[in-house]
């Protein structure tokens, strides 16, 4: 069984108090780390807040692509770490893994890229002959970092790498569910060579750490990942402080009459049953014009039946379980009161313990439960629409706007979905989750505050812009 201690300064400290860390699919426990006080906070703070990094672009470069490396050669032993501790299929966790190496190696490149400006001052009649240029430099104060457990790494290193290449200093809190891979993901940066101060990573409950993780004086910025109403809370909290709020989707795949059906609807399952449906890109509604709805369904019906799920270790299932038992009692209930409220269920909407079943639902309506809030997991629900000014209403009619992937081939179609959809993102011919690490990353309305992730627009997030002007 792993017994990982807080990562504090330069210790690895056990404390007389654990968090237990059990496998969803048997229930069985598979580890247990650390619980931080208040008072474990604190130190880290501080410890964090009197060091000054003076890592070069080529050092912080080195440290980046040397963890790459190492993730590289150690992958299937962080594959199943993963799949351990959140019931995630080996799939779907090999898949993370590729995501936080190229997380990575993005890291590293952006390091080395200096994106300062340099503007003329002669541009206007009252202009001088000076030159201002830009320079970026790291935040005065601590990065808090709060990570969610759908995607244990690679949400990990969405908050870090950033946070390294612009030479910062970070408390990461993982989530309790999946604290494992955190730690993993940490001891490779040190073995790369990262000074420990940089990054401090404090295990424990919330409940009880959290207020001082965004509160503490040494804090400058909190980035958090997760649920609508804890970011809020944050924001509410933050006082004078920057925040990086990524507060999850209720992402539409929308399809019109002349998508290709076979396409469209494989990128459907892929984008509802892909990490068990707990995405903040996944599918969470199917928007299908009536002219090819009874056709798609039937389409999306064959595939959700033929969608392997199971054991997560079992090589040959698609999909596991949800994070667990709890969760999928959750799903189960969301499904359970569309049903009464007269959705009807084509396929699925079946439990055992924490894995539940890639389900389908028709006659669903905007107002359902199943439709209007997040559900986080692999659930289905297909609404029609009759016209493309319907299908942007029933879009934007939910209080997310994060991702949206659109399935057509006529290009002013596509063009109005990017104009009017409200959400940050819009993939043609793709699922909404669709991106690369180092591309902006966001959403607007409940989705977040409109500040990107990814890699690039992360280092932007965590640095502090100076302008020097000097005679020219």
Same mark, same amino acid.
């Given at each position: 069984?792993? $017994?990982?201690?807080?990562?504090?300064?330069?210790?690895?400290?056990?404390?007389?108090?654990?968090?237990?860390?059990?496998?969803?699919? !048997?229930?069985?426990?598979?580890?247990?780390?650390? /619980?931080?006080?208040?008072?474990?906070?604190?130190?880290?703070?501080?410890?964090?807040?009197?060091? =000054?990094?003076?890592?070069?672009?080529?050092?912080?470069?080195?440290?980046?692509?040397?963890?790459?490396?190492?993730?590289?050669?150690?992958?299937?032993?962080?594959?199943?770490?993963?799949?351990?501790?959140?019931?995630?299929?080996?799939?779907?966790?090999?898949?993370?893994?590729?995501?936080?190496?190229?997380?990575?190696?993005?890291?590293?490149?952006?390091? *080395?890229?200096?994106?300062?400006?340099?503007?003329?001052?002669?541009?206007?009649?009252?202009?001088?002959?000076?030159?201002?240029?830009?320079?970026?430099?790291?935040?005065?104060?601590?990065?808090?970092?709060?990570?969610?457990?759908?995607?244990? /790494?690679?949400?990990?290193?969405?908050?870090?790498?950033?946070?390294?290449?612009?030479?910062?200093? @970070?408390?990461?809190?993982? #989530?309790? %569910?999946?604290?494992?891979?955190?730690?993993?993901?940490?001891?490779?940066?040190?073995?790369?060579?990262?000074?420990?101060?940089? *990054?401090?990573?404090?295990?424990? $409950?919330?409940?009880?750490?959290?207020?001082?993780?965004?509160?503490?004086?040494?804090? &400058?910025?909190?980035?958090?990942?997760?649920?609508?109403?804890?970011?809020?809370?944050?924001?509410?909290?933050?006082?004078?402080?920057?925040?990086?709020?990524?507060?999850?989707?209720? &992402?539409?795949?929308?399809? /019109? &009459?002349?998508?290709?059906?076979?396409?469209?609807?494989?990128?459907?399952?892929?984008?509802?049953? %892909?990490?068990?449906?707990?995405?903040?890109?996944?599918?969470?509604? @199917?928007?299908?014009?009536?002219?090819?709805?009874?056709?798609?369904?039937?389409?999306? +019906?064959?595939? !959700?039946?033929?969608?392997?799920?199971?054991?997560?270790? $079992?090589?040959?299932?698609?999909?596991?379980? +949800?994070? $667990?038992?709890?969760?999928?009692?959750?799903?189960?209930?969301?499904?359970?009161?569309?049903? #009464?409220?007269?959705?009807?269920?084509?396929?699925?909407? =079946?439990?055992?313990?924490?894995?539940?079943?890639?389900?389908?639902?028709?006659?669903?309506?905007?107002?359902?439960?199943?439709?209007?809030?997040? !559900?986080?997991?692999?659930?289905?629900?297909?609404?029609?629409?009759?016209?493309?000014?319907?299908?942007?209403?029933? #879009?934007?009619? !939910?209080?997310?706007? *994060?991702?949206?992937?659109?399935?057509?081939?006529?290009?002013? &179609?596509?063009? =109005?979905?990017?104009?009017?959809?409200?959400?940050?993102?819009?993939?043609?011919?793709?699922?909404?989750?669709?991106?690369?690490?180092?591309?902006?990353?966001?959403?607007? %309305?409940?989705?977040?505050?409109?500040?990107?992730?990814?890699?690039?627009?992360?280092?932007?997030?965590?640095?502090?812009?100076?302008?020097?002007?000097?005679?020219?």
């Amino acid at each position: 069984m792993i $017994d990982e201690g807080l990562r504090l300064g330069d210790e690895i400290l056990h404390t007389d108090r654990h968090l237990a860390v059990r496998s969803p699919y !048997t229930g069985q426990q598979v580890g247990q780390v650390a /619980m931080a006080t208040v008072d474990h906070v604190r130190r880290a703070m501080t410890i964090a807040h009197g060091y =000054r990094p003076t890592l070069s672009r080529h050092a912080r470069a080195q440290i980046l692509n040397g963890a790459a490396a190492l993730l590289r050669a150690r992958a299937e032993t962080a594959s199943d770490l993963i799949t351990m501790e959140s019931g995630l299929s080996k799939r779907d966790s090999r898949y993370e893994i590729g995501r936080v190496i190229d997380v990575l190696g993005f890291g590293a490149t952006e390091a *080395l890229r200096d994106d300062g400006q340099v503007f003329s001052c002669d541009l206007t009649p009252h202009g001088k002959r000076r030159k201002v240029i830009t320079l970026r430099e790291p935040l005065q104060g601590v990065i808090t970092a709060i990570t969610p457990f759908n995607h244990p /790494m690679n949400q990990v290193a969405h908050k870090v790498v950033p946070s390294i290449a612009t030479n910062n200093r @970070m408390v990461l809190k993982p #989530s309790e %569910k999946v604290p494992l891979s955190a730690y993993f993901f940490a001891e490779l940066l040190y073995e790369a060579g990262l000074p420990r101060e940089m *990054l401090q990573v404090l295990t424990g $409950d919330p409940r009880e750490i959290a207020n001082e993780l965004v509160m503490n004086p040494h804090v &400058d910025l909190i980035t958090f990942t997760g649920g609508v109403s804890i970011g809020k809370a944050i924001a509410s909290k933050a006082g004078y402080r920057r925040t990086v709020l990524e507060l999850g989707g209720n &992402d539409p795949l929308i399809v /019109m &009459d002349d998508a290709d059906l076979e396409r469209a609807s494989e990128l459907a399952v892929q984008g509802s049953y %892909k990490n068990s449906g707990q995405r903040c890109t996944a599918v969470k509604r @199917m928007l299908v014009h009536e002219a090819v709805k009874e056709r798609f369904t039937q389409l999306v +019906v064959e595939k !959700t039946l033929a969608w392997r799920h199971g054991d997560p270790m $079992d090589e040959r299932n698609q999909m596991g379980t +949800v994070i $667990d038992e709890a969760a999928a009692m959750q799903l189960e209930r969301v499904v359970a009161e569309a049903v #009464s409220q007269g959705a009807r269920v084509l396929a699925g909407h =079946r439990r055992e313990g924490a894995l539940y079943a890639p389900t389908v639902l028709e006659n669903v309506r905007p107002e359902m439960t199943v439709v209007r809030s997040e !559900t986080f997991g692999p659930v289905s629900p297909i609404l029609g629409f009759k016209t493309i000014d319907e299908a942007i209403a029933l #879009s934007n009619g !939910t209080a997310f706007g *994060l991702s949206s992937g659109v399935c057509t081939n006529r290009m002013d &179609d596509a063009i =109005r979905f990017a104009q009017e959809l409200q959400v940050g993102t819009v993939n043609v011919w793709e699922v909404p989750g669709y991106r690369i690490e180092l591309t902006p990353f966001g959403g607007i %309305k409940d989705s977040g505050l409109g500040h990107k992730e990814g890699v690039q627009e992360a280092m932007k997030s965590f640095s502090n812009t100076k302008t020097f002007t000097m005679p020219w």
